[in-house]
């Protein structure tokens, strides 16, 4: 696959509910994916459904994830090659209504269905996934040692399979049941910010913040 | 249940990875739930793993979740009482190490598994979910009407089977693998905040923004 089809669901996942949110532009998906961090990811396991939250990163037309977070079941899904789904979701804002039920929430979503992979370069892979949570941090550290790199599991997932759904501008109302249309309707914006870096107290008195958490800090929000 | 008792999930439910990050405090757990406001809800769907986002608020024991955003296969999951699987998760920060090996990410996350339930008083539900979602909010408007209740749709879910997981402060760092000991480590905080209200095209000119919507700008961040 060279470019992901999101105007081609499989037949089983075609959305059956508000259709008209469904986004189909790949630059739309490719934003959401590369502003967030962490996604969710969904097998079957023991025979019911497991979700866990685990950090990732776009890496072309795949997304690379870290397996530490997911733990075993990510790793076994790997090798059993049994089906996933991820969620990446960001919450954009709450839509304000003149009345409950015409309130919502303003969001972006995408969900990939597929198998996971081993990835083949891990140290490759992990340089791409850290590169992407922390630009420039790679530069500033020793490298990975042969030990930690046999310690990490990097997963692949395809983005063959994905629909995105998203939620954007002010509420909509029907047009007249019983609204007090001289009220104020809108939207809250919601957004994630930095914080200010905190040093550790591995840090020794007088050390200056390395530049990529200061680009962290200074670029703000991932999403 | 009048509690949720977290050291006890049941015998497949156990951390196999990282079971130092095992949360074990009720009022932990409540705080994550009650300060996050979407989660993410996976089910065997079609004969393989579906996870959607979807909004929810806490209601003692159990979670309230709103359907439509959830769709169909969340109502199905009621219906035929399939198991579903339900995560929370608050990313609180950035951890950064002195070797790529041993940066992390503060979270804390919640799993709840167990069956969905229709919610026998829906107009009562709903009223609370909007109470969480923006409070004082109810008060501000007309009261749903019938048609918009019978088209509302809430499921619970019991905090009977949850397990809890949390990272929080520094790094931590192999005793001496050749990182930079003079170097920086510590934590750069992720925060979510609520913007400036932004009117829709339905608010006249000059109407002020209403005091729910004052008061969630005020107290600021959801997490």
Request: hydrophobic fraction near 40%; aromatic fraction near 4%.
């Given at each position: 696959?060279?470019?992901?089809?999101?105007?081609?669901?499989a037949?089983?996942?075609?959305?059956?509910?508000?259709?008209?949110?469904?986004?189909?532009?790949?630059?739309?998906?490719?934003?959401?994916?590369?502003?967030?961090l962490?996604?969710?990811?969904?097998a079957?396991?023991?025979?019911?459904?497991?979700?866990?939250?685990?950090?990732?990163?776009?890496?072309?037309?795949?997304?690379?994830?870290?397996?530490?977070?997911?733990?075993?079941?990510?790793?076994?899904?790997?090798?059993?090659?049994?089906?996933v789904?991820?969620?990446?979701?960001?919450?954009?804002?709450?839509?304000?209504?003149?009345?409950?039920?015409?309130?919502?929430?303003?969001?972006?979503?995408?969900?990939?269905?597929?198998?996971?992979?081993?990835?083949e370069?891990?140290?490759?892979?992990?340089?791409?996934?850290?590169?992407?949570?922390?630009?420039?941090?790679a530069?500033?550290?020793?490298?990975?040692?042969?030990?930690?790199?046999?310690?990490?599991?990097?997963?692949?997932?395809?983005?063959?399979?994905?629909?995105?759904?998203?939620r954007a501008?002010?509420?909509?109302?029907?047009?007249?049941?019983?609204?007090?249309?001289?009220?104020?309707?809108?939207?809250?914006?919601?957004?994630?910010?930095?914080?200010?870096?905190?040093?550790?107290?591995?840090t020794?008195?007088?050390?200056?913040?390395?530049?990529?958490?200061?680009?962290l800090?200074?670029?703000?929000?991932?999403?």
């Open positions: 696959m060279t470019s992901t089809d999101l105007s081609a669901p037949p089983d996942r075609r959305i059956r509910r508000m259709p008209e949110r469904q986004v189909t532009d790949q630059a739309a998906l490719h934003a959401l994916l590369d502003a967030e962490v996604g969710h990811l969904a079957t396991h023991y025979g019911g459904p497991i979700v866990v939250p685990m950090a990732y990163a776009r890496a072309g037309d795949h997304l690379l994830l870290h397996g530490s977070t997911g733990g075993g079941f990510a790793l076994r899904a790997a090798a059993e090659r049994t089906p789904a991820f969620a990446v979701t960001s919450l954009d804002g709450l839509v304000v209504a003149r009345s409950l039920y015409d309130h919502s929430m303003n969001y972006r979503s995408a969900i990939v269905y597929g198998v996971l992979e081993a990835v370069d891990e140290a490759s892979a992990l340089d791409l996934l850290t590169e992407r949570l922390l630009p420039g941090r530069r500033e550290v020793r490298a990975s040692t042969r030990k930690e790199l046999a310690a990490t599991r990097v997963l692949r997932l395809a983005l063959d399979d994905v629909v995105m759904k998203a501008g002010g509420p909509s109302e029907s047009p007249d049941d019983g609204e007090d249309h001289s009220s104020w309707a809108g939207v809250v914006p919601l957004a994630r910010t930095w914080g200010e870096p905190v040093a550790s107290v591995l020794p008195a007088g050390v200056p913040v390395p530049e990529s958490v200061v680009a800090a200074t670029t703000g929000a991932p999403s």
